[in-house]
């Protein structure tokens, strides 16, 4: 590196000594001072984050406050029943686990309760998710499985590898509506499998859910093992720090104080107004360097450690659900947007980094470093170099080809992967969310699109009962689906009346007729 690099390098290097991380912006090509255009974007966007940590409706169009910084920070929260809620429930989380782990509470026909499914969608699995596979060792006090979705055949793989496991099992059920179609539907195919088993499912569940919610009315009616709240001041896929991450993370074993306290550092190292010195908003500031502020850029995430596998899952959904909308907060259309894809590293230099290094230069890199490799010695597999040398020497080599080549990216630097920089590098993200968000005056906290999808999903499922009703109404006839669609006053929607016909027909739910001709196949009730 020549002097000049040197110098560039120090002085876009934002040092975090309290949680042993650093954030290197040396390889965005952005100035080393904020651009005078960006000084009131960004001044306006702190006062607005003051505001909302104060507790302002920063969601405005649901009329909600915005409050996951109060789950790192009781002190923070507005009211003193805010307060007590979150300590009261971290407390009820750390007693609850210790009651499964010292067997006070075990099942019904087992001694021990060792797994937990967790059954959830969205912002209610992946941030679990994440965290479980970060940490997952041989020290876990519960074997973890997951059912994120509503397809029969991966609840069946789950179940079949739980097998006679269930009955050491506790299921947890989070949803914060408590109406998620995916969530309910797993759960009642796993209530199903509980019962065949001889097994009361209310005797191996838990419920994470806002009060009232009809998963929350039937875990009370079923008088289920525990239900713990989730609130309207916080969003799914910022949940991670409420009951929703820390319930299972605490079931694995882990040190939720560590996890809340890296945030908590996070969070107050965020809150600086020198844009240069806040590590969430020389994050913002790049996302809009890099992307003219109109996410023009995607960012490639490629952590290079294993265990960091699920971040850009996690951080696909918590960036593009948070800042891809329609409008702007003053509802005019700007389909904003940032796009978020990664795996991880090496890895993927055996996969899409060929693209990056020579195909469209549409993108800016996230690396994430992990300076620790692993407990203990590594072997020198050539003379003075480790596998970790490798994981370096490949990240190194990678930024630098790409960067000659023109492809910017920034570093994120942790000396060690544990509870504190992992709750950490999560805040550092949310808040770079929120603060992006406000530059480019967007509600980061509603989700239209995810609603509508749910939606448009029970119009499909109403059609398809429709057809199955005017089948059944008259058994010993034949359709096709244009005659069905038209039996149904429903012309306009045969394409989808004719997909619905396939399903149910590869389900055995009603006999087909094919044809030369596909579109003239014939349907007719079992
Ligand atoms: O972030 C969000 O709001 C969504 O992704 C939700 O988490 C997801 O739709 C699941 O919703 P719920 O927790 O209500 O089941």
Redesign the pocket.
Same mark, same amino acid.
Do not use: Y
């Given at each position: 590196m020549n002097k000049t690099a040197w110098q560039n390098f120090q002085q876009q290097y934002l040092n975090l000594p309290e949680l042993d991380m650093s954030l290197d912006t040396s390889c965005m090509n952005a100035p080393h001072i904020l651009p005078h255009e960006l000084e009131n974007l960004f001044s306006s966007a702190f006062q607005q984050m003051q505001q909302l940590e104060a507790g302002s409706l920063a969601n405005p169009d649901e009329k909600r406050m915005v409050g996951h910084y109060w789950l790192r920070n009781p002190e923070l929260a507005p009211t003193v029943e805010i307060k007590n809620i979150i300590n009261n429930t971290l407390e009820k989380i750390i007693n609850f686990a210790a009651e499964i782990h010292q067997l006070k509470l075990q099942p019904q026909k087992a001694a021990a309760f060792q797994n937990v499914l967790l059954l959830?969608? *969205? *912002?209610?699995a992946l941030g679990p998710q994440f965290v479980q596979n970060a940490f997952a060792s041989e020290n876990d006090r519960m074997q973890f499985y997951f059912l994120d979705n509503t397809d029969p055949d991966g609840i069946d793989q789950v179940l079949n590898k739980l097998g006679k496991g269930l009955a050491e099992t506790l299921t947890l059920v989070?949803?914060?509506?408590?109406?998620?179609k995916e969530?309910r539907n797993a759960m009642l195919e796993v209530r199903q499998v509980y019962e065949k088993s001889g097994l009361e499912f209310a005797k191996h569940a838990v419920a994470v859910t806002a009060e009232h919610s009809q998963l929350d009315l039937l875990a009370k009616k079923e008088n289920w093992l525990r239900r713990f709240p989730m609130w309207d001041w916080v969003? *799914?896929?910022t949940?991670i720090f409420s009951a929703v991450g820390l319930l299972p993370a605490a079931l694995q074993g882990l040190d939720l104080n560590n996890f809340l306290s890296g945030a908590k550092i996070m969070d107050e190292l965020s809150r600086q107004t020198d844009v240069c010195k806040n590590p969430a908003a020389v994050l913002a500031w790049m996302w809009y360097h890099a992307g003219g502020g109109r996410g023009e850029k995607a960012m490639v995430l490629l952590p290079y450690k294993d265990r960091l596998l699920l971040f850009s899952r996690y951080l696909q $959904?918590l960036v593009m659900?948070s800042l891809g909308k329609e409008k702007d907060l003053t509802g005019k259309t700007v389909n904003q947007g940032l796009t978020v894809y990664g795996n991880k590293g090496s890895t993927d230099q055996h996969a899409f980094v060929q693209q990056l290094r020579e195909g469209p230069a549409n993108f800016f890199v996230t690396f994430i470093e992990v300076q620790k490799d692993r407990e203990g010695q590594s072997l020198e597999i050539e003379p003075e170099a480790t596998s970790g040398d490798f994981l370096q020497g490949f990240l190194l080599g990678t930024r630098e080809a790409l960067y000659q080549s023109g492809r910017t990216s920034l570093t994120i630097t942790i000396e060690e992967l544990n509870t504190k920089t992992l709750g950490a590098l999560i805040a550092l993200f949310e808040r770079a969310v929120g603060i992006y968000a406000l530059l480019i005056g967007i509600n980061a906290y509603h $989700?239209p699109g995810?609603e509508a999808g749910k939606r448009a999903a029970g119009a499909v499922i109403e059609l398809s009962q429709k057809i199955q009703k005017h089948l059944q109404s008259q058994p010993e006839q034949q359709f096709t689906a244009p005659d069905l669609a038209d039996a149904l006053g429903e012309s306009a929607k045969t394409t989808i009346i004719f997909q619905l016909l396939l399903h149910l027909a590869a389900n055995n739910r009603l006999q087909k007729f094919s044809d030369d001709n596909p579109f003239s196949t014939r349907f007719q009730a079992n």
């Open positions: 959830g969608i *969205g *912002g209610s989070i949803s914060k509506s408590g109406a998620t969530t969003g *799914g896929r949940s $959904q659900e $989700q995810v």
